[in-house]
Each structure stands twice: as structure tokens, then as C-alpha cells.
Nanobody
């Protein structure tokens, strides 16, 4: 059972990146998938989550209108599209999964999630 986060990199402010969270060893159909991030010297914070039914919940207002999350169950992957990036978005981004049996549930609580990806670095230059 593994989550693999990828797609990070260095981008200029106002640029875009798309992160991927791919699962292996299990299918994501009935899992809520959350994205968290941790900037240097700061605590990990929740960014947003997609429920197993496709509903999106934003955990931080600063990304509303810029970040969107989607899932492709056929590819067993969740995507985080990040547009209009700002230097303050610089962080290591982690995806996490929680079994919800198909319920439309999400939580902004890192302990709620069962599985975590290894993180992918996003650096936004000014």
C-alpha cells in the first residue's frame, strides 16, 4: 500500500503546477484524499480534500480560486492543479488517504488519514 506524490518543482510566481497522487496496492475509489503542505519552519497545514464522492473542501482560504482538486479513479490518481502560484505557496506537499466507504466526508486533521505520500517540493520564486 503506497501513495506516490509527484509533480513538484520550481516555478515563477503566477505560474502553474499540477501535482499527482498515485496509489498502488489499493484503489482510491472509496477514499477521501487530502493535500497538506509544510513550509520551512512551519507546521503542516491542510490545503484541501476531495471526498470519495468528488466533493471538494478547502482547508485554507488562501488557495481558493487558485487550486483545484480532481480524481481519476480509472488511473487511481488524484490531481492538485495549482494556478497563480505565490511565493507563500512554497512548501513540501503531501497527499493523504482515508477510507470513507464512499461517504462524502473530509477532515482537516492529519491524524484522520490512514496513508501518506512521501511529499513533493514546490518552490515558487518571486
Amino acid at each position: 500500500v503506497q501513495l506516490q506524490a509527484s509533480g513538484g518543482g520550481l516555478v515563477q510566481a503566477r505560474g502553474s503546477l499540477r501535482l499527482s497522487c498515485a496509489a498502488s496496492g489499493f484503489t482510491l475509489d472509496h477514499y477521501a484524499i487530502g493535500w497538506f503542505r509544510q513550509a520551512p519552519g512551519k507546521e503542516r497545514e491542510g490545503v484541501l480534500c476531495i471526498s470519495s464522492r468528488g466533493g471538494t473542501t478547502y482547508f485554507t482560504d488562501s488557495v481558493k480560486g487558485r487550486f483545484t482538486i480532481s480524481r481519476d479513479n480509472a488511473k487511481n490518481t488524484v490531481y492538485l492543479q495549482m494556478n497563480s502560484l505565490k511565493p507563500e505557496d512554497t512548501a513540501v506537499y503531501y497527499c493523504a488517504a482515508r477510507w470513507t466507504a464512499g461517504w462524502d466526508i473530509s477532515r482537516n486533521n492529519a491524524r484522520w488519514y490512514d496513508y501518506w505520500g512521501q511529499g513533493t517540493q514546490v518552490t515558487v520564486s518571486s
